[in-house]
Structures are given as structure tokens and as C-alpha cells.
């Protein structure tokens, strides 16, 4: 960093500051629908749109309904969508079975988005939690969440996603190996073209406690997720993480949580410069929302504050609950 070459009264920052005019002239970040990722919760059935209770503003569509409000971010300039199905208990097996049926929730509405709005990417999400009766992210036996069988699963998985579409696959379990398990399959399979967006930095966090509520393993978790996420005391751990995923190929890499772990976005970006995404995730919304329903934020200020905060952290890029009302505001 340069030195400051003069002083006061020569040197008056707040001369940048005058007015919109120069502060526009001077802004080193900005934030465009084009950086969004908007998070999309599914559900069976046919014309449903049902709320979530501790995400206020935030709905489970069944997939007409999903293809609705997908055509409606694609006007606005968002450029992908990332599917979370609640699965019905029913589905939900020791087996995990469910998670690789070209017919479930996720690979149904992924074809009919993508049949139809062929521009819009679809991301979707890798992890054997919501097909569990565990809630875990993979396969719990005498009270340890197996790494090597659970990457077989996960290979399935993402092949069955592939399959239905998707452009953009994100694996969100922390088990070792299933990045390089995973794009060797999609090479094998020829689907050369689908990319990895690896949840690379994920942190064992209690800002996923509404996320759990709109996919429903609230009531199934057992236990926590520390020996597969990361301690939220670490960063060297979670760039040997980005690292490693970015060595087996992906080609993407997301921080999660995101506004408690800015330090770890910059981090990420001066050291790969690759491209970075952070998740604004459930409880960071919650929060939000709850403070501003109280009168105590303002909920348009604290929604585009936080995420010029990503930008300013280095981020191309932010999955957020947000992203539809911000892209309506901008239009
Ligand atoms: C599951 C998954 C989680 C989130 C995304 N994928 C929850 C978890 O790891 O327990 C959280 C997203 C959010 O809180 O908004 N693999």
C-alpha cells in the first residue's frame, strides 16, 4: 500500500465525499443482478407457494410455481438459480436412494426450468441431507458419518443432476474426495461442460438453522456437523480446503456462511483468483428480516449493504434470499 504523500489541510478526504456525483466517480465496488444466485426451496405438488416461517418472505414452490418466479428472475437479470428440495419423509431412506432418482424433486423442476428458460443456469446441490432420516450429509453408521461410501453416493448424485440439466453442481457435504470423485464421473459420462461450484470453506455453523426448518431435517438432525464442516476458529484449514478442491476440479469456489466470514472471501480470492462466491446463508436472512420487522433496521439498507460487503470482500458472486427484491429495486 502507498503511503499517504500529503497531509492535512492538503490531504481532505472527505473532499470525495462531497456529493452522489463524486461518490459514484470514486466507488471501487458495485453490485449488479448479474452477481446474484438466488436459493429456491421446492416442494411436491402442484400450485403451492408456502411460506417458511423463520425466513419471512421466503417460499416453498412446487415446480410450476418455481418455473413462474425463475422466469421472473431471469427478467430481472439474474443469471442462475440454485434448487433445495424439501423432501417428504416418505423419500427420505437409510439408503439416501432418493438422491439419485432422475425422477426426484430437484432433476423434475431442473428439466422443466430448463426446458423453458434455456438462458437461466441451474445449480443444485450435492449432500445426502435432505434424502437422509438423519439430517446428516451423509451416511451415519455407529455414530460416525462415513467419508468414502458417502462419496460413491454423492458420484450418483451428481450424475443424476447432470442428467436433468443442471449447469452448475454444488457440493455441499465436506466429504474428502468427492470433488475429484465427481468430476472424473462427469468426464467419464461426458458431461464435460457441467461445472463444479465446490463448497469449499464451508463452516459448521449455526446460521443454517432456518435452512433446516424450509428443507425439513430440523427435526432429524442429531447431533452437529463438526467432523465434516469446518471450525469456525479456523482459515488456514479452509484455504488448504479451496485448495484442494480446486486440484481435484472445481472450477468454482464458495465461502458459507458469508458475512461472519468475509476475512475468508479476501483470503480466498488474493490467494487462487478464482472465481469466488460467497452464501449469504439462512440465519444471516433471518437475521436481517427479524431486525428489520422490528423497526430496528432498514431492511432496504441492511439488504444492499450486506451485499456490497461481499463485493468489497473480493466476491464475483453471492447466493442470497435477497436476490429477487434487490434485483427488483435495481430495475
Ligand atoms: C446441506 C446444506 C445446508 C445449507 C446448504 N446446503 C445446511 C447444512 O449444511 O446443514 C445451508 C444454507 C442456508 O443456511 O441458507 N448440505
Not at 466507488?27 to 408456502?50: A, H, M, T, V, Y
Not at 432496504?300 to 435477497?322: H, N, P, V
Amino acid at each position: 500500500m502507498n503511503q499517504v504523500s500529503s497531509y492535512f489541510p492538503a490531504l481532505r478526504l472527505r473532499r470525495l465525499r462531497q456529493s452522489s456525483a463524486l461518490r459514484s466517480l470514486v466507488s471501487e465496488s458495485s453490485l449488479q443482478p448479474s452477481d446474484l444466485i438466488w436459493p429456491i426451496f421446492l416442494r411436491e405438488g402442484e400450485n403451492i407457494k408456502q411460506p417458511i416461517d423463520s425466513m419471512p418472505g421466503v417460499f416453498r414452490y412446487s415446480v410450476d410455481q418455481a418455473l413462474e418466479v425463475a422466469k421472473e428472475a431471469l427478467d430481472l437479470g439474474i443469471p442462475a438459480i440454485c434448487l433445495f428440495p424439501h423432501t417428504e419423509s416418505d423419500k427420505r431412506s437409510a439408503d439416501c436412494s432418493e438422491a439419485w432418482n432422475p425422477k426426484n424433486l430437484s432433476n423434475v423442476a431442473t428439466r422443466t426450468i430448463k426446458k423453458a428458460l434455456p438462458e437461466l443456469a441451474i445449480m443444485t446441490d450435492v449432500a445426502l441431507d435432505t434424502y437422509s432420516d438423519t439430517g446428516h450429509d451423509g451416511f451415519l453408521v455407529n455414530g460416525e458419518v462415513l467419508n468414502d461410501s458417502t462419496v460413491e453416493a454423492l458420484v450418483k448424485q451428481a450424475l443424476s443432476q447432470a442428467e436433468a440439466g443442471a449447469d452448475i453442481i454444488g457440493p455441499s457435504d465436506m466429504m474428502d474426495g468427492r470433488i475429484g470423485a465427481i468430476r472424473e464421473a462427469l468426464e467419464r459420462a461426458e458431461y464435460d461442460n457441467v461445472m463444479l461450484l465446490s463448497y469449499a470453506a464451508k463452516y459448521a455453523s449455526t446460521f443454517y438453522g432456518p435452512f433446516r426448518e424450509a428443507v425439513g431435517t430440523y427435526g432429524a438432525l442429531n447431533g452437529d456437523k463438526k467432523s465434516y464442516q469446518i471450525d469456525p476458529a479456523n482459515s488456514n484449514e479452509a484455504l488448504r480446503c479451496v485448495a484442494r478442491d480446486l486440484a481435484e476440479g472445481a472450477d468454482m469456489v464458495m465461502i458459507k456462511p458469508g458475512m461472519p466470514y468475509l476475512d475468508i472471501c479476501r483470503k480466498v480470492k488474493d490467494g487462487f483468483g478464482v472465481p469466488t462466491f460467497a452464501y449469504q446463508v439462512s440465519g444471516e436472512y433471518a437475521m436481517i428480516m427479524a431486525a428489520s420487522r422490528n423497526g430496528w433496521l432498514d431492511l432496504e439498507k441492511a439488504m444492499f449493504e450486506s451485499l456490497m460487503a461481499f463485493k468489497r470482500a473480493g466476491c464475483d458472486g453471492i447466493l442470497t434470499y435477497f436476490a429477487l427484491a434487490v434485483a427488483k429495486k435495481m430495475n
